[in-house]
């Protein structure tokens, strides 16, 4: 049984990766933004460290796997924090997703339409979702507080597509670079973080 508090995974009989380890393996994404705390302080507005955690199976043996379905992602109904978001923004931001883990797990494996044996199961769970307010991030001088910065936070569970045995999990808060382009527009920060996270959640199939 997985238990969740955000930033904390157990799971038996699940082997944790160190913290310098998932930094290591989540490296390619660190050039993509900057991680910050836990998405459930709702004081979260200093960037902080590269903060995954991943979670394996001590048998995990991702090369029997020659396709992959990715299932349409949730979204937790408190993701976006009181922010006025449309059911039609909602339904988008898990289009987005699932386009971009479709994409990044296309390129190693092929797409499934079912279920079965020698396919992957990619399930996907949108924790936050806070639109940037373009207002507040017209210049880096503007930014104090980085009151007007968006953010996200996901889980990413990778299972075997004949017995849904859990393989591998993901969590990651990010936001993105102190200033970029991707925050003059409500979801760019957060739609920046949700392709970092497609792309890095496929090394977690090495």
């Not at 699932?98 to 279920?115: C, H, I, P, W, Y």
Request: aromatic content about 8%; charged content about 20%.
């Amino acid at each position: 049984m997985i238990m969740h508090q955000f930033g904390r995974i157990a799971f038996a009989p699940l082997l944790t990766v160190t913290m310098l380890g998932a930094a290591l393996l989540m490296s390619s994404c660190a050039s993509d933004g900057e991680s910050n705390d836990d998405p459930y302080n709702q004081n979260r507005f200093e960037a902080m460290s590269e903060k995954p955690v991943i979670v394996r199976a001590l048998d995990a043996d991702f090369s029997i796997y020659s396709l992959v379905l990715v299932l349409e992602p949730i979204m937790d109904a408190d993701a976006s924090q009181s922010s006025d978001v449309s059911i039609e923004q909602q339904t988008k931001l898990r289009e987005t997703l699932a386009a971009d883990l479709r994409t990044s797990f296309g390129d190693k494996f092929g797409l499934a339409a079912a279920v079965g044996a020698n396919v992957l199961i990619v399930e996907s769970e949108i924790v936050r979702a806070v639109p940037n307010q373009p207002a507040l991030n017209i210049a880096p001088q503007t930014q104090f507080g980085h009151r007007g910065y968006g953010y996200a936070a996901i889980r990413i569970t990778l299972k075997d597509g004949a017995t849904n045995k859990v393989l591998s999990t993901f969590t990651q808060t990010q936001a993105t670079k102190r200033f970029g382009l991707d925050k003059l527009s409500d979801w760019g920060s957060v739609e920046s973080s949700f392709k970092a996270w497609a792309k890095s959640a496929v090394s977690l199939t090495k």
